[in-house]
């Protein structure tokens, strides 16, 4: 069964205090991606990678990074957080074409 | 950027009863998938259509997908307290995995 591992699962943080959101699978699957959850607007992709050291922009890129060194991992890293980046994140996973996502829990963050 | 659009936003009904919600679309998609979010919880996968299929069936679940008309409904027969829950379609417009999400369709099913 696929596991979608997501950490933390909350933080409150102040403006500007990098911080790292990971993400981790069971699967060996290629493709990931991240996205965002806010109230009236559903769900939104942030960042994707179809492979190692291969990643790409969604739709709402501006003001994240990830990176992609390993297949198992794709971490969210939000450089100078801002509370227009407070949120609910999801990573999800896919092994290919025509394929379900699978998704993590969630995360949480609050930027004060 | 494309995204599905549910219709109608919120549905409340009594357990028993059968849930449809409508899913629009607006270009050519390579799947559109179904998927159901408890409160606060990450997304669980209900059903995913091809673009050359036209009704999918999975348990109490009918999907079907209308691409002449950019459209797909999902049914819930004999709804249960359980099925409460908020449900999203996703278009795969892409056809590379990328999922543009409609903003979902909060169902209450009252025992």
């Known amino acids: 069964e696929a596991q979608v591992t997501q950490n933390p699962r909350y933080l409150i943080t102040v403006t500007g205090k990098k911080l790292t959101v990971t993400c981790s699978q069971n699967m060996n699957h290629e493709y990931m991606s991240w996205y965002r959850q806010d109230p009236g607007l559903g769900l939104r992709q942030i960042y994707y990678s179809m492979n190692v050291e291969v990643t790409d922009k969604g739709d709402v890129p501006e003001g994240y990074k990830v990176s992609r060194k390993e297949k198992r991992n794709f971490p969210l890293i939000l450089e100078s957080p801002s509370p227009n980046q407070t949120s609910l994140y999801f990573c999800a996973i896919t092994g290919g074409i025509d394929q379900p996502q699978h998704f993590g829990d969630g995360t949480r963050l609050s930027i004060l | 950027s494309q995204q599905g659009e549910e219709d109608p936003q919120a549905l409340s009904i009594q357990e028993g009863e059968n849930a449809t919600m409508n899913c629009s679309y607006k270009t050519s998609i390579n799947n559109l998938q179904w998927y159901r979010q408890n409160s606060g919880r990450g997304l669980v996968h209900l059903i995913l259509?091809?673009?050359?299929?036209r009704e999918k069936h999975s348990g109490r679940l009918r999907v079907t997908l209308d691409t002449s008309k950019k459209s797909s409904s999902l049914l819930i027969t004999a709804s249960r307290a359980a099925d409460t829950a908020s449900y999203f379609c996703?278009?795969?417009?892409?056809?590379?995995?990328?999922?543009?999400f409609g903003k979902g369709n909060q169902v209450v099913v009252i025992p």
């Open positions: 259509i091809r673009s050359n299929e």
């Open positions: 996703a278009t795969d417009y892409y056809g590379n995995n990328r999922l543009a």
